[in-house]
């Protein structure tokens, strides 16, 4: 079964603390993407990577970075947290980029981290 | 700008009733659209796409309809079960690479036993 797991289900940390949230996929995609979820807001994209060691801006990058050292593993860092990224945070993989491709199989969400700054 | 809205945030329907959930769009050069489906605690599941060539497409109880006239896209779920109940998302892609997704907010869908 396919499988895109995220470190920690929950996480609190404190203003200023630098965070890291990992993604790992196991379908040897080439896409994966960051997204943040707020109600109302629907999900926003953060940052998004083709390749390793690539990676493209979204809608709402700042305050945040990202890492992709290997295929498999997308992280994404908070360098200094503050309260307005209190959120639920989803990582999504894709075979190809969505609208390409197209395929029903080719689109996962890992289960999201519900991140909380205090 | 570009937006990808829903129409209601809440609908409730009877179990085994028809459920219609509407999405408007307002960038005309989006070319593909997919309904996400998101159960509480969970990630978003892909339910059915869309390419902006077709309007209409038929999955296992759902259809999607689009129609590029009104920018308007809608999932219709038939013969809705309990197990329907979560939130749905739709989505469009944001560049003519694909490379970015546009989701709207989000329709909670109630099912009433």
């Known amino acids: 079964d396919v499988k895109v797991t995220q470190s920690s289900r929950y996480l609190v940390k404190r203003t200023g603390e630098k965070v890291f949230l990992e993604c790992v996929q196991d379908m040897d995609h080439e896409n994966m993407f960051w997204y943040r979820q707020d109600p109302g807001l629907g999900l926003r994209l953060i940052y998004f990577?083709?390749?390793?060691?690539?990676?493209e801006k979204g809608d709402i990058p700042e305050g945040y970075s990202v890492s992709r050292e290997k295929k498999e593993r997308f992280s994404l860092i908070l360098e200094s947290a503050s309260t307005n990224q209190t959120s639920m945070y989803l990582c999504?993989?894709?075979?190809?980029?969505?609208?390409?491709?197209?395929?029903?199989?080719?689109?996962?969400f890992g289960p999201g981290t519900r991140l909380t700054v205090l | 700008g570009e937006s990808v809205g829903l129409h209601l945030p809440t609908l409730s329907v009877q179990e085994g009733d028809n459920s219609i959930i509407n999405c408007a769009y307002s960038n005309s050069a989006s070319d593909y659209f997919i309904w996400y489906k998101q159960e509480s605690g969970k990630g978003p599941q892909f339910i059915i796409d869309i390419r902006s060539n077709m309007d209409k497409r038929q999955g296992q109880r759902v259809t999607v309809l689009l129609n590029k006239t009104v920018k308007h896209l809608s999932l219709q779920i038939a013969a809705t079960q309990p197990g329907d109940s979560a939130v749905y998302f739709c989505a469009e892609n944001k560049d003519n690479a694909g490379n970015m997704l546009t989701f709207g907010g989000g329709t909670r869908l109630m099912v009433k036993p």
């Open positions: 990577s083709y390749d390793v060691k690539m990676k």
């Open positions: 999504a993989s894709t075979l190809a980029p969505p609208g390409l491709a197209g395929g029903p199989d080719t689109q996962y």
